[in-house]
């Protein structure tokens, strides 16, 4: 599996040691000179967005309730 996730207290990211990962993520030229459209393989969904919001203010604002 390449993709690796990885996470701290303060923070999270998800990284993949495929070279050619960036390109099919966002689409892109390839080496080739053909354009290639992206097919994102690291998608957050609605849900989560929502989830990801929530925690964040969580976290920030309640110092100061």
Known sequence: NSITPFGRQDEAEISTT???SSLMQFGGI???GHIVPARPFL???????Q???????SYFFAPFE
């Open 51 to 57: 989830n990801i919001v929530f925690l964040a203010e």
């Open 18 to 20: 495929i070279g050619y």
């Open 30 to 32: 390839n080496s080739s």
């Open 43 to 49: 998608v957050i969904a609605e849900s989560d967005k």
